[in-house]
């Protein structure tokens, strides 16, 4: 059974850069489209950015520019580097599998790992 592992969170202030890692353990994702989720107290959980097997990306809007997403196929592991970060995205920051390209609600997604904590300050 694969598991999704992301690290890489952290405390920084507005404006620094932040990369988070999904690593997985245990199998490959490599087939995949691997999305990047969030989720902020007393809010839903919201598609950030996906990335398909062969390194095709989409983004939300909000951090469209701002964000970008890469995956070492090599060692199964998905990269989601943070630039120019605002206190509104602070939230706790999810990777997760799917089948389906362009797939943006958390329905369509599979697999999820544990979650890791970014906290943007002011």
């Known amino acids: 059974q694969v598991q999704l592992v992301e690290s890489g969170g952290g405390l920084v202030q507005a404006g620094d850069s932040l990369t988070l890692s999904c690593a997985a353990a245990g199998g490959t994702f490599v087939n995949n489209v691997v999305g990047w989720f969030r989720q902020a107290p007393g809010k839903e959980r919201e598609f950030v950015a996906g990335i398909a097997a062969f390194g095709s990306s989409y983004f939300a809007d909000a951090v469209k520019g701002r964000f970008s997403i890469s995956r070492k196929n090599n060692i199964n592991t998905v990269y989601l580097e943070m630039n120019g970060l605002k206190p509104e995205d602070t939230a706790v920051y999810y990777c997760?599998?799917?089948?389906?390209?362009?797939?943006?609600?958390?329905?369509?997604?599979?697999?999820w790992g544990q979650g890791t904590q970014v906290t943007v300050s002011s």
């Open positions: 997760a599998t799917t089948p389906d390209w362009g797939a943006t609600e958390p329905s369509q997604y599979k697999r």
